[in-house]
């Protein structure tokens, strides 16, 4: 896996660069990712032209669900950001029955916060998954 997501070369610079593919998005993430993976979820906030705004990492290996309003929370405090994506990390744990459920209720949540949720990508050993 951590072959799987790494930096590129040209990773999109912040507040400059829109991120509007999947490759400039894991680009960004892979900075911040920990490795060897652990159990996290990496937020990055985008503004309304889709350029990078914000980083934040929650450390938990709690459902999507029980941290959205964390994730809300943090992200609305950053001046522009419209929209966020997130990656989450499950070190040794792959995708579960209830992923596809929790997105779309976050995805709701955040719509009523004022946000776009664009989409969620899973990380475990040799798996990338993307919900959107």
Known sequence: MLHTVRPLLDVPRAQLDPITTLSEKLS???LALSRPLRHETLV???DHQQRGVG???FDSNRGLIEIIDRIIGAA???DSATTISLLTARGGDH???GDKSQFQMAANRCQDAGLALSDWLLVSYGDLYSLN
């Open 76 to 78: 609305v405090n950053i």
């Open 44 to 46: 990055l906030c985008l």
């Open 28 to 30: 960004v993430f892979a």
């Open 55 to 57: 980083l934040i990492a």
């Open 95 to 97: 995708r579960k029955k």
